[in-house]
Protein backbone atom coordinates (compact mmCIF):
# COMPACT_ATOMS: atom_id res chain seq x y z
CA UNK A 1 0.00 0.00 0.00
CA UNK A 2 1.62 3.18 -0.80
CA UNK A 3 -0.49 6.89 -0.21
CA UNK A 4 2.07 9.54 -2.26
CA UNK A 5 0.89 13.01 -0.97
CA UNK A 6 1.82 16.11 -3.25
CA UNK A 7 1.40 19.71 -3.84
CA UNK A 8 2.39 21.36 -0.38
CA UNK A 9 4.13 24.51 -0.50
CA UNK A 10 3.89 28.01 1.02
CA UNK A 11 1.18 30.60 0.45
CA UNK A 12 0.14 33.73 1.47
CA UNK A 13 -3.06 34.35 3.08
CA UNK A 14 -6.33 34.22 0.83
CA UNK A 15 -4.74 32.04 -1.62
CA UNK A 16 -4.91 28.80 -2.79
CA UNK A 17 -3.25 25.49 -2.88
CA UNK A 18 -3.98 22.30 -4.06
CA UNK A 19 -2.86 18.33 -2.45
CA UNK A 20 -3.03 15.45 -4.53
CA UNK A 21 -2.52 11.73 -2.99
CA UNK A 22 -1.81 8.90 -5.33
CA UNK A 23 -2.74 5.77 -4.15
CA UNK A 24 -1.64 2.10 -5.30
CA UNK A 25 -1.69 -1.62 -3.36
CA UNK A 26 -5.07 -1.56 -2.58
CA UNK A 27 -8.77 -1.43 -4.20
CA UNK A 28 -8.94 2.15 -4.13
CA UNK A 29 -12.14 2.53 -5.33
CA UNK A 30 -13.65 0.57 -2.38
CA UNK A 31 -11.82 2.84 0.38
CA UNK A 32 -12.95 6.30 2.05
CA UNK A 33 -10.78 8.55 1.97
CA UNK A 34 -9.78 11.34 3.91
CA UNK A 35 -7.06 14.67 4.27
CA UNK A 36 -6.06 14.98 8.08
CA UNK A 37 -3.63 17.87 9.34
CA UNK A 38 -1.54 18.12 12.23
CA UNK A 39 -0.16 21.58 12.44
CA UNK A 40 2.75 22.42 14.94
CA UNK A 41 2.49 21.48 18.72
CA UNK A 42 -1.09 20.42 18.01
CA UNK A 43 -3.06 17.00 17.60
CA UNK A 44 -3.98 15.48 14.22
CA UNK A 45 -7.25 16.43 12.66
CA UNK A 46 -9.94 15.03 10.50
CA UNK A 47 -10.26 17.76 7.36
CA UNK A 48 -12.70 16.08 4.98
CA UNK A 49 -13.67 12.93 4.00
CA UNK A 50 -15.23 10.93 0.89
CA UNK A 51 -17.10 7.98 0.84
CA UNK A 52 -15.94 5.03 -1.49
CA UNK A 53 -19.91 4.41 -2.43
CA UNK A 54 -21.65 7.90 -2.81
CA UNK A 55 -18.92 10.38 -2.84
CA UNK A 56 -20.45 11.91 0.26
CA UNK A 57 -18.41 14.07 1.70
CA UNK A 58 -17.88 15.55 5.36
CA UNK A 59 -15.15 18.62 6.54
CA UNK A 60 -14.49 19.97 9.48
CA UNK A 61 -16.02 22.97 10.64
CA UNK A 62 -13.22 25.65 9.99
CA UNK A 63 -12.76 24.38 6.24
CA UNK A 64 -16.30 24.22 4.68
CA UNK A 65 -16.73 26.40 2.32
CA UNK A 66 -13.07 26.71 1.40
CA UNK A 67 -11.86 23.45 1.45
CA UNK A 68 -13.10 20.82 -1.47
CA UNK A 69 -12.29 16.91 -1.67
CA UNK A 70 -12.66 14.97 -4.55
CA UNK A 71 -11.64 11.71 -5.76
CA UNK A 72 -10.89 10.03 -9.34
CA UNK A 73 -11.36 6.45 -8.89
CA UNK A 74 -10.33 5.59 -13.01
CA UNK A 75 -6.88 7.13 -11.88
CA UNK A 76 -6.72 6.04 -7.70
CA UNK A 77 -6.01 9.63 -6.75
CA UNK A 78 -7.73 12.23 -4.23
CA UNK A 79 -7.19 15.59 -4.15
CA UNK A 80 -8.32 18.10 -1.98
CA UNK A 81 -8.53 21.73 -3.05
CA UNK A 82 -8.11 24.69 -1.12
CA UNK A 83 -9.17 28.15 -1.10
CA UNK A 84 -8.81 31.48 0.84
CA UNK A 85 -5.92 29.63 3.23
CA UNK A 86 -5.81 31.03 6.30
CA UNK A 87 -2.59 31.15 8.41
CA UNK A 88 -4.51 28.55 11.10
CA UNK A 89 -4.39 25.80 7.99
CA UNK A 90 -0.40 25.86 8.70
CA UNK A 91 0.33 22.13 8.96
CA UNK A 92 1.25 19.18 7.74
CA UNK A 93 -1.44 17.31 5.75
CA UNK A 94 -1.81 13.63 5.29
CA UNK A 95 -3.88 11.26 2.99
CA UNK A 96 -5.71 8.34 4.57
CA UNK A 97 -7.74 5.70 3.44
CA UNK A 98 -10.03 3.19 5.46
CA UNK A 99 -11.87 -0.08 4.60
CA UNK A 100 -15.15 0.47 3.09
CA UNK A 101 -15.65 -2.03 6.02
CA UNK A 102 -15.50 0.92 8.37
CA UNK A 103 -17.66 3.94 9.02
CA UNK A 104 -16.86 7.17 7.04
CA UNK A 105 -16.00 10.03 8.94
CA UNK A 106 -13.65 12.91 9.83
CA UNK A 107 -13.11 10.63 13.77
CA UNK A 108 -12.76 7.20 12.06
CA UNK A 109 -9.81 5.01 12.78
CA UNK A 110 -7.73 5.10 9.01
CA UNK A 111 -6.02 2.04 8.19
CA UNK A 112 -3.26 3.45 5.88
CA UNK A 113 -1.64 6.49 5.83
CA UNK A 114 1.05 9.06 3.52
CA UNK A 115 4.05 10.77 4.58
CA UNK A 116 2.27 13.63 4.62
CA UNK A 117 3.22 17.23 2.63
CA UNK A 118 3.90 20.63 4.31
CA UNK A 119 1.58 23.40 3.89
CA UNK A 120 2.89 27.00 5.18
CA UNK A 121 0.21 29.95 5.32
CA UNK A 122 1.81 33.63 6.54
Known amino acids: VQLVESGGGSVQAGGPLRLSCAAS????????MGWFRQPPGKEREGVAV????????DYTDSVKGRFTISRDNAKNSLTLQMTDLKPEDTAMYYC?????????????????WGQGTQVTVS
Open 25 to 32: GFAYSSYC
Open 96 to 112: AALSADGRCGLRSVFQF
Open 50 to 57: IDSDDGST
